[in-house]
Structure formats: C-alpha cells, structure tokens
C-alpha cells in the first residue's frame, strides 16, 4: 500500500505543478485576452472561467484516478514497471492540460474558436501512451481490457493486453494523422468513438475466444 500511497501522491504532486502552470499562463494573459473565449463554435465562455476551466479538468481527473489506485486491492501486488506506467496513466490528464491551456490561449488570442481538432488529436496521443502502458501493467480493476475474462486469469490478462498494446498504440497514430482531414464536430467525435471502441471490442472479444485455453492450461498445470 505504500507504494500505492506513492503513486497517488507523486501524481497529485503532479497534477497541483501543471494546474498551477496552466493557471499562471492564462493569468499572465489576462489583459490580452478577449471577454469570451469561443469553444466549438457556439459556446462562449467568460475569460474568467475560460482561464482556469483546462488546470481544473487536469487536477480532478488525475484526483480521481489517484484515489480508484487507491482503493484497488489489486495495485498492492504490482511490480515496479506496472507502478511506473500506471503511475504515467494515473498523470495523463494534468501532463496533458498545459498542452490544452496553451491552444485555448492561442484559440482567444487569434480569434479562433476552438474546435474538436486539438481535443481528438490529444486524445489520439493518450491512446499511444495507454498502449505503450499496456504492455507493462499486470492485473487491475483501474487501467486496461478488464472484463470477467482478464481479470480470472493472468494468463489471458497478458495475452490480450499484447494485443491491446499493439491496437492502441496503432489507433492512436491514425488518429493524429487523420484527424487534420476529417471534418471538425460530428465527424470528430465519430473518428474519436472508432478508434476507441474498436480496439476495446477486438480485445474483449478476443478475451473471451482466448478463456477456454486459459481453463484449460490451469487445469493441466
């Protein structure tokens, strides 16, 4: 549980630097800024919430996903590397936030309104870094394919997280590649949805062809 504690606190530490960071930015902008800064194209937000919306999102996200690690009771048993790259997923969201803050600051300044294009290219980029985190996590209830199938058996956990490492990582490359030609909106959340969802039916299905073999491996053994 300590080393538990260790990654909670190491990204809360995280999440409180770049919020800070992200709120210093938009603060230090302040006169510059417009009243409203435009997402999306109808909406309007005042400068005052628009400049600390991004630092707020960062620390709750990584807040709650510390304290899910927390409470798993699967995390006490994880050996160093799965700390490591759970502890990078558990950061994601403040690591990515000053990214979001500069573009939100870019958007107001040059009179742009921001559109889905940053949002689904970052969450493009997220997918290469869960992929590349997949390869290193054992078994939990927090990060990765956690279906009745993967979380028995650690054999199909490692089997199909192979898998997942090699689908995400290859979905999120498409997404920062494709994303810059495909409609902004309603296409971009459709473009998002897909590359979300079918990796994580491809190694949900293929968890369950798998489960068998598995069953069959702890009884011979």
């Not at 409203?36 to 709750?60: C, D, K, T, Y």
């Not at 790259?85 to 979001?100: C, G, K, Q, T, W």
């Amino acid at each position: 549980m300590d080393d538990m504690d260790n990654i909670s606190g190491s990204a809360i530490q995280v999440a409180g630097a770049t919020s800070l960071v992200s709120l210093a930015a938009g603060l230090g902008c302040w006169f510059w800024l417009p009243d409203q800064i435009h997402f999306w194209g109808s909406i309007a937000i005042p400068r005052e919430f628009g400049i600390i919306l991004i630092p707020i999102i960062g620390i709750v996200l990584t807040l709650m996903l510390a304290l899910v690690v927390k409470c798993d009771p699967l995390c006490e048993n994880l050996d160093s590397s799965s700390q490591s790259a759970l502890s990078m997923i558990v950061m994601s969201p403040s690591l990515f936030s000053p990214v979001l803050q500069v573009i939100v600051l870019w958007a107001a300044f040059t009179d742009h309104t921001l559109g889905t294009t940053p949002i689904v290219f970052l969450m493009s980029l997220f997918l290469v870094t869960l992929g590349g985190a997949f390869n290193y996590i054992e078994q939990n209830h927090v990060v990765g394919i956690r279906d009745p199938w993967t979380l028995q058996s650690a054999h199909v956990w490692e089997e199909v997280h192979c898998l997942a490492t090699k689908l995400f990582m290859l979905a999120g490359l498409v997404g920062m590649v494709f994303v810059w030609f495909i409609p902004s909106g309603f296409w971009h959340l459709l473009f998002l949805s897909i590359l979300v969802g079918v990796p994580l039916i491809t190694c949900s299905v293929y968890s369950f062809f798998i489960r068998e073999d598995a069953q069959y491996q702890y009884i011979v053994r």
